[in-house]
């Protein structure tokens, strides 16, 4: 959202004679809006975050450790957002004129630095507290969005997310989820997490596989009604965990000169594209989805 602020928000570059010279955008000043950008939306996305998730009065720091919980899919969706939050950071920093490595570095650094106050309000939080495994993956998503860009120049593995509605939602509306609006990060039982790897970029020039198109591997869990396995057995459920094995699209790898649709093609690069999917699960086995999101 910030990208597409700024960048839709741009002054558009001007003819200075008759021969139309452009004029070389201000990238100090992109840069010092930029900052600004990137502090309001700070701000507000921890405030929102506190409202939202947060029902109780902050209390003391503790901390908590809940590596056991929601069968770790809250630690990927962790991993995940964080990656995201590096991945767009990066793209406003080139905007602003930062070289590619750099931006890399500062993005990875800005993905870090978006997540920590919210391991640090869990830790005030009556109901939760300070995770140390959601600081590790806090940190793992921009590394690796980092970390591919010093290694490769470019994107190879991209994580991605998904989410579908669920029935079990009006079990615990209170846990996860009341109104549709905050269902999609409750609900665990819908959402799924992906990696989805361009095989066209490990293969080299030569290759005859199509830029565009990906292979992705996902994981989800279902029957989840409690933070804990037990909790759902209680409640008379059977937790298990997803596998998934997928098509997708890389939106970023298609080529566009409209500066518009390269601006839509890189935000859809957050969400796994619904495509034929192959399921296994630890309760039925393999299962096929002719569309699956």
Known sequence: MLFLLLHTGAPAVIAQDSTSRVEEP???????????????????TLYSLSRAWYN????????????????????????????????????????????DRKAALYAGLTGVIFQTPIEILDGFSPEYGFSVGDMIANVAGPAL??????????????????????????????LLGKHWNDRWLKDYNGQTYWLSVNPSSFAGRESKF?????????????DMVSAEVAGSIERGFRPYRQCYLSLDVDF??????????????????TLKMPAPTLEYNGRNGFRFHTLYY
């Open 145 to 174: 969005y980092t970390g591919q860009y010093l290694a490769w120049g470019e994107l190879r593995i991209q994580p991605k997310f998904s989410f579908h509605y669920t029935r079990l939602a009006k079990e615990r509306p209170n």
């Open 210 to 222: 199509p830029k565009w198109l990906n292979v992705a591997v996902g994981y989800g869990i279902h």
């Open 56 to 99: 109780n009065p902050l209390t003391n720091f503790k901390f908590f450790n809940d590596n056991r919980e929601w069968l770790q899919l809250d630690k990927i969706g962790h991993m995940v957002t964080a990656y995201q939050i590096a991945r767009v950071s990066a793209q406003a920093y080139r905007w602003a004129g930062v070289s």
């Open 26 to 44: 201000c990238y100090r000043c992109r840069l010092r809006g930029l900052l600004i950008g990137e502090s309001v939306v700070y701000a507000g």
């Open 252 to 269: 970023t790898r298609i080529k566009t000169r409209n500066k518009t649709l390269k601006t839509v093609f890189f935000l859809l690069n």
